[in-house]
DNA sequence: ATCGATGCAAACGCTTTGCACTCTT
DNA sequence: AAGAGTGCAAAGCGTTTGCATCGAT
């Protein structure tokens, strides 16, 4: 699915996302949004915030049992995960070729990339304590 | 939350999952436990589960926008999921220590884990085009 | 004018939870 | 006997979808 058409709700969308360092899920965009556009429903949120990912304008970042969060930072990184209050970093550094080491064992596997997901504790959660 | 009875239904979940190598989910113990406990119901099979996460007899595998699978597999090790079949593979090699290579640049945080997920195609479907 | 995008509300799939009952300890 | 574990059903939450309408092209 194509976005054939740029409206409002899409730009301002995208622009949320893109003013965002929090790794924001639907229902913060759609908060933020309406300040924008506040009409919006959640329901077009979720099909823009899909759209804007087919397009590759944003990527997804998944956390095991919460709600899909979105990044507008396109290049490949790793993401740092705090188990203690749940925020999400980036982690813009060089990591070995794991696609290429594990290419080579998988035989007749088609590998198109690995996602990296560290967890722990973040600096402040872990010096309040 | 610590298993202090070992009831049938427990064990029944729990050798479900390590007679199993398709990282099965919650619906799929359910209906392989219920040909050894008929009465189990969905919600102990989710209590169960849980339980023996909790205890470190099993660990989970999280696959975007689909349902939580579990594995019997303890060893720290990454996953391969096809994009087309939705297959869950293990990937048993070893990989470079990430946790290490980040610790040393995230200054201040504890980094204790590093989750790798592959994705692409498998060799069947990658041979079924 | 077309037909993709929207707003609304209902429905969905996975998971959790409240309650009374059961059964391991 | 105590209280952790169970079965059932209802509810929760994030997300998707059907449909009538709107509006970008």
Redesign the pocket.
Known sequence: ??????????QAVLEVVRGSTEHP???HVFDAVKQI?P??????V???L??LVQEGHLIQVQQP????RYDARLEDHAHFMCDACGEVFDVLIELPDLVGLVSAKLEGFGVKEARVEFHGTCRRCKHSN
């Open positions: 699915m194509a976005i054939v058409r740029f409206t409002k709700q899409r899920d639907a229902a556009v009409s919006i429903s959640l329901g077009t979720y099909r823009s899909e759209a049992g919460q709600a899909t």
